[in-house]
């Protein structure tokens, strides 16, 4: 049996891997390309020219052994060398339940578990500490076992540090337990002092990129730090490195309006879903004139180099909880009727069709139709694709017209989901009922994760954040259409999916 590569073994790969790029050699290039986040969306040709780190290389060879991260293919070689048994899992269950008085329990018992307590077992690479720092009891529980509380998660854009997106309150409680400032929690905190005496120091710390390669400034709130910031050489459009989005954009994604409207008048560029956002029709208009194929923007998709995909997926993915909308969908969303109307007016037939479906108003979709006869099945595939967003979203009126109209229902994204996995994961049984009379359903179709529509369900049942799902009744509609069931499933936690389950395995015995 041949032994599984050491982080040694890694360290010196990466190693070569930044030598062999330095030079040119194009093996090493197109590894790069493949797997690093920040190249992997561009043309290739420009990826030669990239700045590599060793940093950036120790992502690759994270990447190119099916981790997220470097400290991710650091703990697994960790793991593999100490073995903590179950208590580990219990371990993890505790810290994301905050349980304060277990986790002493826990960490008294088994005092080899103290040995982990820093590693990014935790979403992000977090630490025990990020996850548990608004709670005071369980923080000063993990202190008492020994844990780092200036322990930095472990993530590929950037580390987090447990004073990063923390509560007044929580960051002045961590403060009197030992936590360090950083720039980026003193920016958002509004702490101009220690910053100006952090800058009589340290000058680069303006620019200094944090969690997730955030700048001070995406972090900045208060009008006298973007100030004070901007004035010392902040980008104004630095992006993250995990969601490429600019400081404007994470206000943005925060419903910070205030503070991106400031940021506006600093003289932030202002993409086409800013300028919906922000309900400003003149934004609106100018962004369409600096750049006219925003008419057809898409939210984390290649094309619209404003609002770029991105390997953590686009900030704007998190404010609208979907990828692939239109700007027309965001101002039918945000009721913005002047600006939506505007947007049709500007757009060519296919966008105005896609932008009548999203506002399920069959009339004007119909009258394009008819006027554009086999205009659906010319749409191009990203475009195409709006019917996924609409089963994901659960806006029912649309996946029924857009499958009146004849659109493939059978699409699929990135992630290999089509329609009815999108609709599965949140258990949008309206959604499925449609997709199911639609047409002959892909019930056999495995998503890009290995799951079919209805073993979505299953894992949605779980992981899904929406509220206005109907599980039960997801899966009655999928075991009905055929979807095959298996008993290892069960329990599944609800009974009501387990009896479906059941009687669906007796029909089949």
Not at 126 to 131: E, G, K, M, N
Not at 401 to 413: E, K, P, Q, T
Not at 443 to 465: C, D, F, I
Request: charged share 25%; with cysteine; net charge negative.
């Amino acid at each position: 049996m041949t032994d599984l590569p050491t982080i040694e073994d890694h360290s010196l790969a990466a190693g070569n891997l930044l030598q062999d790029f330095s030079r040119g050699q194009d093996a090493a290039i197109d590894r790069v390309y493949q797997h690093l986040p920040q190249v992997k969306y561009g043309a290739h040709d420009e990826a030669a020219a990239f700045p590599l780190t060793l940093r950036d290389a120790q992502t690759v060879i994270a990447r190119e052994q099916g981790k997220q991260s470097w400290g991710e293919l650091r703990l697994g070689a960790k793991l593999r060398q100490l073995q903590f048994g179950d208590e580990l899992e219990r371990f993890k269950q505790l810290v994301y339940a905050k349980d304060a008085e277990k986790l002493d329990e826990l960490l008294t018992a088994h005092p080899k578990l103290r040995d982990t307590l820093d590693d990014p077992h935790f979403w992000f690479g977090s630490t025990a500490l990020i996850i548990v720092k608004e709670h005071v009891d369980a923080v000063d529980v993990l202190l008492k076992h020994g844990a780092d509380i200036n322990a930095n998660s472990q993530w590929w854009a950037g580390d987090f540090h447990i004073l990063e997106g923390t509560s007044p309150v929580a960051a002045q409680q961590l403060i009197e337990r030992g936590a360090r400032i950083t720039a980026h929690a003193a920016a958002e905190q509004g702490w101009l002092d220690w910053l100006e005496t952090a800058y009589a120091r340290e000058k680069t710390i303006i620019n200094q990129r944090g969690g997730d390669g955030k700048t001070p400034l995406h972090y900045a709130r208060d009008q006298r730090i973007m100030d004070w910031l901007l004035k010392r050489g902040a980008n104004l459009e630095a992006r993250d490195l995990d969601h490429a989005s600019t400081p404007l954009q994470w206000m943005l994604g925060e419903n910070n309006l205030d503070a991106a409207r400031e940021l506006v008048k600093r003289g932030a560029e202002v993409d086409i879903f800013a300028a919906v956002i922000l309900g400003e029709l003149d934004l609106v208009k100018a962004a369409l004139q600096a750049n006219p194929g925003a008419i057809r923007a898409r939210v984390n998709s290649v094309g619209y180099a404003l609002a770029p995909k991105a390997d953590g997926s686009h900030q704007y993915v998190y404010t609208f909880n979907a990828a692939g909308l239109s700007p027309h969908q965001v101002a039918f969303d945000l009721e913005q009727a002047e600006i939506f109307d505007y947007l049709v007016a500007e757009s060519p037939p296919d966008v105005r069709l896609l932008a009548h479906c999203a506002a399920a108003d069959e009339d004007s979709a119909r009258r394009i139709v008819a006027g554009h006869p086999g205009i659906v099945t010319r749409i191009f595939n990203a475009d195409g694709r709006q019917v996924i967003y609409a089963a994901w979203t659960n806006r029912v009126e649309a996946v029924k017209l857009m499958a009146a109209l004849g659109f493939n229902l059978h699409i699929y994204d990135d992630d290999k989901m089509t329609p009815l996995h999108a609709a599965a994961f949140h258990g949008f049984a309206d959604v499925i009922r449609i997709l199911l009379d639609a047409d002959e359903a892909p019930l056999t179709w495995l998503n890009g994760y290995g799951g079919t529509p209805l073993t979505t369900a299953l894992y949605g049942r779980q992981h899904s954040w929406r509220d206005d799902g109907d599980f039960p009744a997801s899966f009655q509609l999928l075991v009905e259409a055929g979807s095959e069931v298996r008993a290892e499933w069960l329990p599944t936690g609800d009974e009501r999916i387990d009896d479906i389950l059941r009687q669906a395995l007796a029909a089949d015995a």
